[in-house]
């Protein structure tokens, strides 16, 4: 099993930034597929980002491409998203995910391994 711990969620303003990280624990994730999911009240489960075994594809939505980054440091067992310029519909819960090998889930919403999530509020 995989536990997945998010951080780094909190308050801030249009135009900021914030990185999140997800810290893995139970096994190692250097082989799995990694992602970003974002919920926001009364809205279904949105992809965000992800990233390869290896960190040599990464994808990311439509609505943050160009203004947030995915990366791993498979040292540490964590990955993270970095979120610039900010904007007030980029509110909602993140969640960090993993997918292991044969990676079913790659392309969907159906990874394995979920985390609790944490809260990012943007103000106009």
């Known amino acids: 099993q995989v536990q997945l711990v998010e951080s780094g969620g909190g308050l801030v303003q249009a135009g900021g930034s914030l990185r999140l990280s997800c810290a893995a624990s139970?096994?190692?994730?250097?082989?799995?597929?990694m992602g970003w999911f974002r919920q926001a009240p009364e809205k279904e489960r949105e992809f965000v980002a992800a990233?390869?075994?290896?960190?040599?594809?990464?994808y990311y939505g439509d609505s943050v491409r160009g203004r947030f980054t995915i990366s791993r440091d498979d040292v540490k067992n964590t990955v993270y998203l970095q979120m610039t310029s900010l904007k007030p519909e980029d509110t909602a819960v993140y969640y960090c995910?993993?997918?292991?090998?044969?990676?079913?889930?790659?392309?969907?919403?159906?990874?394995?391994?979920w985390g609790q999530g944490t809260q990012v509020a943007v103000s106009s």
């Open positions: 995910a993993a997918d292991p090998p044969p990676y079913r889930g790659w392309g969907t919403n159906d990874y394995k391994f």
């Open positions: 139970g096994r190692t994730v250097s082989s799995y597929a």
């Open positions: 990233i390869n075994w290896g960190g040599s594809n990464r």
